[in-house]
């Protein structure tokens, strides 16, 4: 990997981490692709896996965002 990959991937790494996809829980990108990357296949895989989706919203906030990793990362 060359250095400017590298670079990126640690850039995208840092924001997966403090980037909330779930306000109401708090529970980042990088928590939300971990949970996707050990299988988790639908939003309510990931809200078991990761409690996303289950605050005050009940999901209507962060639902569309977490549907879009799910394809993205699938």
Same mark, same amino acid.
């Given at each position: 990997?060359?250095?400017?990959?590298?670079?990126?991937?640690?850039?995208?790494?840092?924001?997966?981490?403090?980037?909330?996809?779930?306000?109401?829980?708090?529970?980042?990108?990088?928590?939300?692709?971990?949970?996707?990357?050990? @299988?988790?296949?639908?939003?309510?895989?990931?809200?078991?896996?990761? @409690?996303?989706?289950?605050?005050?919203?009940?999901?209507?906030?962060?639902?569309?965002?977490?549907?879009?990793?799910?394809?993205?990362?699938?």
């Amino acid at each position: 990997m060359e250095e400017q990959e590298k670079q990126e991937a640690l850039r995208q790494a840092v924001l997966d981490k403090h980037t909330k996809v779930c306000i109401c829980k708090v529970v980042s990108r990088a928590a939300i692709k971990k949970a996707i990357a050990d @299988g988790a296949k639908s939003f309510e895989d990931v809200k078991k896996a990761t @409690g996303a989706g289950t605050g005050s919203c009940k999901g209507t906030r962060c639902k569309h965002t977490i549907e879009e990793l799910l394809k993205e990362y699938k």
